[in-house]
């Protein structure tokens, strides 16, 4: 009777082990009738199948063959995202991603799912940065909530959480205490894409290829023929409505210098240190790639009464002191007040406005804030790019 029972168990488990077979059988052959369908030949099924992330190959046809010309780990998925997403060529595409899954598994045991590595390529997040993740030890748990944050830098991220300060103000305090000139500049960071809000200044630069793509030139009068006189769209037309409002009030606006190329910021920085020392020179003009001109959002004013030689400085006219108490209400901050010297680290220029639109100029207003005091407060609304 035992060994009726033996062999009828034994039937069992082989009758059970043949289901599971045929069932993963038929899963297999369905995935591979899928992959067919979507166009994929017999061998790139194979190399699909070895994925976890098949599914990502049925929602999108993935030209394998093209990214067979360079050596590569197969991780054609990847490949072709990234490359869609970040512009590089096909060999720095390959080298990136296949540069990234040597920490995937460490990422994965910190608890990083492959949605979220994907989500950090995407933001073209370094090879460097993914290891210094990765080394860190910290959790995915306890990382996600710095890992939002513009200006993060992957290998502060165990000074942060041994901070114990709330997130942005750890990353504001340990990565970019140099945002108060007080601080010394220890790193140089590039803005990714500058926006209204973009900080510029020593130690936070932009590309020397960036130029605004909605500059206009401003309705307004120049206090030459060949003074620059284009802005941002939404800048131009702000201080167009400024000066018509300051005309009611019988003041005339003029402007003294808008935006600059680079090339152009390049010449101007080298006259002044042609005409002066080094010191002098950096601290009257800035740096090629460091000067809000570029951005199409920064002016420099002054007067009529200037231009007729009624006064010296626009700092002496009733100009200066309509635009000092009304300029918020079109967007525009006194950019490097005097009062703020050690905080911007340039010197009072009463000249210098810089567009930041409507609500940051009036809470700049209201609490005599700079740029750097209201990013201190709020942080950066733009990706900020750690050039290591």
């Keep these: 009777m035992k060994k009726i029972n033996k062999k009828k168990a034994r039937r069992n488990r082989a009758i059970l082990v043949g ?49 067979d010309t360079k050596k590569n780990q197969q991780h054609y998925y990847d490949y072709a995202t990234v490359h869609q997403q970040t512009g590089l060529s096909k060999a720095k595409t390959i080298a990136y991603v296949d540069g990234v899954y040597q920490v995937v598994p460490s990422l994965k045991k910190l608890g990083y799912s492959m949605d979220t590595i994907r989500s950090l390529m995407k933001q073209h997040m370094s090879i460097k940065e993914f290891k210094a993740l990765a080394s860190s030890k910290v959790s995915f748990t306890t990382a996600k909530q710095y890992l939002k944050i513009n200006g993060f830098v992957a290998k502060d991220l165990k000074k942060y959480v041994a901070s114990k300060k709330k997130p942005l103000a750890a990353i504001l305090s340990i990565s970019h205490a140099q945002i108060n000139s007080k601080n010394k500049v220890t790193r140089t960071y590039r803005i990714a894409n500058p926006s209204y809000l973009t900080l510029v200044k020593d130690g936070y630069g932009i590309s020397k290829n960036y130029v605004p ?99 010296s400085t626009f700092g002496e006219t009733k100009e200066y002191q309509w635009m000092k108490k009304n300029a918020y209400k079109y967007g525009f901050i006194l950019r490097y007040p005097s009062s703020k010297t050690s905080i911007t680290g340039t010197s009072n220029e009463p000249w210098h406005y810089r567009y930041v639109g409507k609500k940051a100029a009036k809470e700049c207003y209201i609490n005599n804030w700079t740029l750097e005091e209201y990013i201190l407060h709020y942080g950066f609304d733009t990706k900020i790019i750690y050039a290591e």
Excluded at 21 to 35: A, P, S
Excluded at 43 to 60: A, F, K
Aim: aromatic content about 8%; overall charge negative; some cysteine.
């Design 213 to 311: 793509n909605d500059l206009v030139t401003v309705n307004l009068a120049t206090a030459s023929a060949d003074t620059p006189n284009k802005m941002r769209k939404a800048a131009a037309t702000a201080l167009e409505k400024m000066a018509k409002a300051a005309k009611k009030k019988g003041l005339e606006l003029v402007i003294n210098s808008a935006y600059r190329s680079y090339a152009q910021q390049e010449e101007l920085y080298n006259e002044y240190h042609a005409m002066y020392d080094t010191q002098t020179a950096d601290d009257l003009v800035a740096k090629p790639g460091y000067s809000e001109h570029q951005l199409g959002l920064g002016v420099d004013m002054t007067s009529q009464s200037v231009v007729d030689g009624k006064y």
């Design 19 to 67: 289901i599971v077979v045929v069932l993963c059988v038929g899963v297999w052959n369905h995935t591979r009738l899928q992959l067919w369908h979507a166009g994929y030949t017999f061998n790139q099924q194979s190399v699909i199948l070895q994925s976890d992330d098949v599914s990502h190959y049925l929602d999108t046809k993935i030209d394998i063959d093209a990214w």
